[in-house]
């Protein structure tokens, strides 16, 4: 009886691990630099691989914004129809899709000045030298009644914490079902 407990168990566990989401890395756009004038933000992103998972963490102070924008409007710093829009001071970017992603200051002449960041996201698991796989989704934001840009999140995207304890917990349920 032990050991068909220990078995569903050890089934379950499986299938949680495979739904659970790799933990993504944070990484802080500019370093201790953070989002500002001054910064190259090409070099910063050359020795970086993005991928499905991780989180782009913008920190600036006041008189910045974080817009996503298209290729186009990054490409000739065209400020004022962002995708997404925020100007918190802490903005957090989720990467949930692979492709590339355009983010501008959208304080006139701040994009012109460098600061403009653009990301290619690497599918889940793709490491550095692996052609990400492009997603099938589009940038356009959901409708807002307001007919402005929806905030960008500035809250961190990540899976709770209790998490690991959750797991720590059911490994100890199937040794003990294995050893009894």
Do not use: Q
């Amino acid at each position: 009886m032990a050991n068909s407990a220990a078995k569903l168990v050890c089934l379950f566990l499986i299938l949680l691990a495979a739904s659970v989401p790799c933990l993504g890395k944070d990484y802080t756009v500019g370093d201790s630099s953070g989002w500002a004038m001054g910064v190259d933000y090409t070099t910063w992103t050359a020795d970086k691989t993005f991928s499905v998972g991780d989180n782009l963490v913008f920190k600036y102070g006041p008189g910045h914004t974080v817009d996503e924008v298209n290729s186009a409007d990054y490409s000739s710093c065209t400020v004022g129809k962002p995708i997404k829009t925020d100007s918190s001071g802490s903005t957090t970017i989720p990467l949930t899709a692979a492709g590339p992603r355009y983010f501008i200051c959208g304080v006139i002449g701040h994009c012109t000045s460098g600061m403009k960041l653009a990301v290619t996201v690497n599918a889940t698991g793709a490491g550095a030298g692996e052609t990400p796989t492009p997603s099938g989704s589009s940038l356009t934001p959901p409708a807002t009644p307001s007919g402005h840009a929806p905030p960008l999140s500035s809250s961190p995207g990540s899976v709770s914490p209790f998490l690991p304890i959750f797991l720590s917990s059911c490994l100890v349920l199937v040794y003990k079902l294995i050893v009894s």
